[in-house]
Nanobody
Framework: QVQLVESGGGLVQAGGSLRLSCKAS????????MGWFRQAPGKEREFVSS????????DYADSVKGRGTISRDNAKNTVYLQMNNLKPEDSAVYSC??????????????????WGKGTLVTVSS
């Protein structure tokens, strides 16, 4: 049963923008903090951004701070990650994550209990 579905990845030139989307089932989305992680080839998965259950708190990795904006639409059960001024080092598989029992922010890998399959972002130089 697919519970998180990402979309919006693709090929973009450096300096461009993308908006990633992740739609969740209502029963998951309504109680979960949501986040984005990414994994580049040969590298470990890393935190990108997270947003609290009601959206009052957002967190960003230093590498995307000022270029990324996370938001959630609770009516659509969807979380978004807007990425601007993309760089080749942003190329990775971006995975949506849900933490149904959030104890702290920002989201940590160990706290994620539901992962999306991921969407590939490739930034050409």
């Amino acid at each position: 049963q697919v519970q998180l579905v990402e979309s919006g990845g693709g090929l973009v030139q450096a300096g461009g923008s993308l908006r990633l989307s992740c739609k969740a089932s209502e029963r998951i989305f309504s109680i979960s903090s949501m986040g984005w992680f990414r994994q580049a080839p040969g590298k470990e998965r890393e935190f990108v951004s997270s947003i609290s259950v009601h959206g009052e708190r957002t967190d960003y990795a230093d590498s995307v701070k000022g270029r990324g904006t996370i938001s959630r639409d609770n009516a659509k059960n969807t979380v978004y990650l807007q990425m601007n001024n993309l760089k080749p080092e942003d190329s990775a598989v971006y995975s949506c994550a849900a933490d149904r029992y959030p104890l702290s922010q920002p989201m940590k890998i160990a706290g994620v209990d539901i992962w999306g399959k991921g969407t590939l972002v490739t930034v050409s130089s």
